[in-house]
């Protein structure tokens, strides 16, 4: 079956502009997760839903960032007034349920910010 | 901030030699797991093992977990080249929220 898909796989965009990154989960996976990685470094949390509503956003890092995830399927992760600090590779995950399971992450998306 | 590390940072050995690479964590955990990435994109599961479990295998993979020194470490047996990658442990922090908490990961490079 079908993994977890993000597009773009690349976006390069502008400082100040905003962006778009979306993340297509495994089919029946209700746990919703996004990561940020930079180079040299492990994956950094930043938000999960489970189901339609994000359960946990402590790891967003100020109010540029944003996450919907509106039908509970798809979901999109916005940058507001991109800064060149927000460039890395932007990860989404998911899993059949919030506790303790395996992750299934997708490709991510490579995003910089010139 | 990460709760977990990995030990060494970079390791480079020849095909069939054995590898190892560490893991600390800082809390109680639920479980910890190991992923695979590959020039730094996707992630890869590779196995989980709960807290109330001392070691797992799965294929070439041993994975051990000592949470009284809270710490982990992953064997890989008869390595080959396609074994290079940067492997990350991962805990839940002993949450049941589901977020995972990464270490910055051991490089491994394999030599034919």
């Known amino acids: 079956g079908a993994g977890v898909s993000q597009t773009p796989s690349n976006k390069v965009t502008e400082k100040g502009k905003y962006v778009e990154l979306r993340c297509d989960p495994i089919s029946g996976h209700t746990a919703l997760y996004w990561y940020r990685q930079s180079l040299g470094q492990g994956p950094e949390f930043l938000i999960y839903f489970q189901g339609t509503g994000a359960a946990d956003d402590s790891g967003l890092p100020n109010d540029r960032f944003f996450a919907v995830r509106p039908e509970g399927s798809v979901s999109t992760l916005k940058i507001q007034r991109t800064e060149r600090g927000d460039s890395a590779v932007y990860l989404c995950?998911?899993?059949?349920?919030?506790?303790?399971?395996?992750?299934?992450f997708g490709p991510g998306t490579r995003l910089l910010v010139l | 901030s990460q709760q977990g590390e990995e030990d060494p940072q970079a390791l480079s050995i020849q095909e069939g030699e054995n590898a190892t690479m560490n893991c600390s964590y800082k809390?109680?955990?639920?479980?910890l797991q190991w992923y695979r990435q590959n020039s730094g994109r996707g992630l890869v599961h590779l196995i989980l093992i709960r807290s109330n479990e001392r070691e797992k295998h799965s294929g070439r993979l041993r994975v051990t977990l000592d949470t009284s020194k809270k710490s982990s470490s992953l064997l890989i047996t008869a390595s080959r080249a396609a074994d290079t990658a940067s492997y990350f442990c991962a805990t839940d922090g002993g949450s049941t929220l589901g977020r995972l908490y990464f270490g910055r990961g051991t490089q491994l490079t394999v030599w034919p």
């Open positions: 995950a998911s899993s059949p349920g919030p506790r303790g399971e395996t992750q299934y």
């Open positions: 809390t109680s955990i639920n479980n």
